[in-house]
């Protein structure tokens, strides 16, 4: 590959890395609106409206991001590391992607509950924003690919861990010892604390897969 074929060809993969940030700040965008609503559990027709409005451009996003760097791979025929960062785009998105459908289907879970009485446990709170805090420093690494760049996001999915069995016990808690009408309001709140457990989890493949674009070198994380 000449250096001008091959000026062109790092011209297309900041395309492809910039397509790959637009959909991780559209699904953070998401995160973000349901940690408001967790906050103030108002508006939650509007929520919802808003995070489905956006999950259409993740969706779309996605696919932009499967079709050119299958373009790339097809077209250009990159090899070693260029190769691995095509690949990894591609399988970054599909995990912000499915980061984004489980803040929709939160998001619709709880237009169909009425949580204005309903306490919301601190410790949902605090792993939504470790979550939330998981994903934007996903994507930071995303950003700094080509920058050779590696992380440890993944250390910081023990604590999301660790907030999601303290949520469990506290919603439990609640639960006993709330009254009939309360609890089926209460149970969802398990499946909001999921939501944002497995967003982290998926956050934290994503910086495996950066640090194997970046080295070359598989970690267990990225395939568990």
Known sequence: MNSTARTTFQDEL????????????KVKANGELLLQFLKNKEMVNELFLQIKEKDKEIDDARWQVHDFGDQLLVLQQPVAKDFRQIITSIQITDNLERIGDHFKKTARLLEKVSLADTEIPEEIIEMAKSALKMLSESITACSEIFEGKTNEIAMLDDHVDHLY???????????????EEQIDSLSKLFFVAQSFERAADHAAKIGHLVNYAVTGKRSKGQFT
């Open 14 to 25: 900041a395309k492809l890395q910039a397509l790959v940030l637009d959909l991780g700040n």
């Open 165 to 179: 069995k303290q949520t469990v016990k506290k919603i439990v808690l609640l639960i006993k010892k709330a009254p």
